[in-house]
């Protein structure tokens, strides 16, 4: 890794913290860390003040007051794609009427879904509102689609290359590199905004990746190199141990780590949290083929708020996932299952509790 890197964990421990730097430049915060103790040396790197909140708004009439809550909420890594507009909105308004303080959402902006910096900057105006702080989380490239390469039909970066190829020229394929900068700097515009509006950015070069610890750190590098030191970023890794032959999960110095899992026993911290992959079971949400229940869910959720980590509850059917296995379908002509009004009140209550 360059040297001129400086990364920031802050480990919290009831009201106190410790920063703890390692090397030198643009900085990074554990994913699961409010900024709203942000310290003066961090204010100070931003340099123009292009992290500093807004007056809020006034609350709407539905949240007379914000529940205060570790950072959780749902995943919207298919809000991007035209077709899932509904979805995304119906997430969004979701998340909006839980009234959370610290509410959550992700998006792959890697293509899968295509892009909308206009539709993304709308989503984060809204769940801004009213004083809260956003924690939201930016995938670089999609691990899933990866492990289909020879029968994908997504048109994601990195999609339709073997891993073990993928993983060599990430390396040392300068013109590999340039299309995956490219899309790190597609997003800048949409983080510096996110940060202007109070809130808390995690960038994760791929989702459920299929890199060597190599690999992974020649990612992280060329994503760093064209983030502007004056946004404040965290920046981790969602490893897949086991998913594909030569994954590594290393997590180095200075990183958080996002854990997709559906087990209460959660061994991480200033991280995220997500059943991402794992269908679940609701008596608004029947599943013939669920792995766990959102009851269960619950207590993974509490395991994860009570290691400072930011939690996401992610649904295969929000995300036109067929429940059977196989090539994953086009995104264009993906159903995604909108929220009946019984599953809208669920949701708010899972998030809430």
Same mark, same amino acid.
């Given at each position: 890794?360059?040297?001129?890197?400086? !990364?920031?964990?802050?480990?919290?421990? *009831?009201?106190?913290?410790?920063?703890?730097?390692?090397?030198?430049?643009?900085?990074?915060?554990?994913?699961?860390?409010?900024?709203?103790?942000?310290?003066?040396?961090?204010?100070?790197?931003?340099?123009? *003040? /292009?992290?500093?909140?807004?007056?809020?708004?006034?609350?709407?009439?539905?949240?007379?007051?914000?529940? %205060?809550? &570790?950072?959780?909420?749902?995943?919207?890594?298919?809000?991007?794609?035209?077709?899932?507009?509904?979805?995304?909105?119906?997430?969004?308004?979701?998340?909006?009427?839980?009234?959370?303080?610290?509410?959550?959402? $992700?998006?792959?902006? #890697?293509?899968? !879904?295509?892009?909308?910096?206009?539709?993304?900057? #709308?989503?984060? /105006?809204?769940?801004?509102?009213?004083?809260?702080?956003?924690?939201? /989380?930016?995938?670089?490239?999609?691990?899933?689609?990866?492990?289909?390469?020879?029968? %994908?039909?997504?048109?994601? !970066?990195?999609?339709?290359?073997? +891993?073990?190829?993928?993983?060599?020229?990430?390396?040392?394929?300068?013109?590999?590199?340039?299309?995956?900068?490219?899309?790190?700097?597609?997003?800048?515009?949409?983080?510096?905004?996110?940060?202007?509006? *109070?809130?808390?950015?995690?960038?994760?070069?791929?989702?459920?990746?299929?890199?060597?610890?190599?690999?992974?750190?020649?990612?992280?590098?060329?994503?760093?190199?064209?983030?502007?030191?004056?946004?404040?970023?965290?920046?981790?890794?969602?490893?897949? &141990?086991?998913?594909?032959?030569?994954?590594?999960?290393?997590?180095?110095?200075? !990183?958080?780590?996002?854990?997709?899992?559906?087990?209460?026993?959660?061994?991480?911290?200033?991280?995220?949290?997500?059943?991402?992959?794992?269908?679940?079971?609701?008596?608004?949400?029947?599943?013939?083929?669920?792995?766990?229940?959102?009851?269960?869910?619950?207590?993974?959720?509490?395991?994860?708020?009570? $290691?400072?980590? /930011?939690?996401?509850?992610?649904?295969?059917?929000?995300?036109?996932?067929?429940?059977?296995?196989?090539?994953?379908?086009?995104?264009?002509?993906?159903?995604?299952? +909108?929220?009946?009004?019984?599953?809208?009140?669920?949701?708010?209550?899972?998030?809430?509790?």
């Amino acid at each position: 890794m360059r040297q001129n890197i400086l !990364f920031l964990l802050v480990f919290v421990t *009831g009201c106190t913290s410790e920063h703890v730097e390692l090397g030198a430049g643009p900085r990074s915060r554990a994913a699961g860390q409010s900024t709203a103790n942000q310290t003066t040396a961090e204010a100070t790197a931003s340099g123009t *003040g /292009t992290n500093t909140a807004p007056q809020p708004e006034a609350l709407s009439a539905e949240c007379a007051q914000l529940v %205060t809550t &570790p950072p959780r909420g749902l995943a919207c890594l298919h809000c991007t794609q035209p077709e899932a507009r509904n979805s995304a909105r119906q997430i969004a308004d979701v998340l909006s009427d839980s009234c959370l303080a610290s509410p959550a959402i $992700n998006y792959l902006v #890697d293509g899968t !879904f295509g892009f909308d910096e206009t539709f993304l900057t #709308d989503q984060i /105006t809204q769940l801004t509102e009213g004083g809260r702080q956003l924690f939201v /989380t930016f995938y670089l490239a999609n691990g899933p689609a990866q492990r289909q390469y020879d029968i %994908t039909v997504v048109e994601g !970066f990195g999609a339709r290359i073997d +891993p073990e190829e993928f993983r060599y020229r990430i390396q040392h394929d300068p013109a590999l590199q340039g299309r995956y900068q490219s899309l790190v700097d597609r997003i800048v515009p949409v983080v510096r905004y996110a940060l202007q509006r *109070g809130a808390a950015v995690s960038l994760i070069p791929m989702l459920e990746d299929n890199l060597s610890d190599e690999a992974f750190r020649a990612m992280a590098e060329l994503l760093l190199a064209v983030i502007p030191p004056d946004l404040t970023v965290a920046v981790g890794r969602n490893p897949c &141990p086991g998913c594909y032959s030569g994954n590594d999960h290393g997590i180095p110095p200075g !990183f958080f780590e996002e854990l997709h899992t559906d087990w209460a026993g959660v061994g991480i911290s200033n991280g995220i949290v997500t059943n991402d992959g794992r269908h679940y079971h609701s008596a608004a949400a029947p599943s013939t083929n669920a792995e766990t229940t959102l009851d269960e869910l619950r207590a993974v959720r509490d395991a994860a708020g009570r $290691n400072n980590n /930011t939690f996401i509850l992610w649904s295969a059917a929000r995300q036109g996932l067929p429940e059977s296995n196989g090539a994953h379908p086009l995104p264009s002509q993906r159903y995604y299952a +909108p929220l009946a009004a019984a599953e809208r009140s669920e949701l708010i209550r899972f998030l809430r509790e």
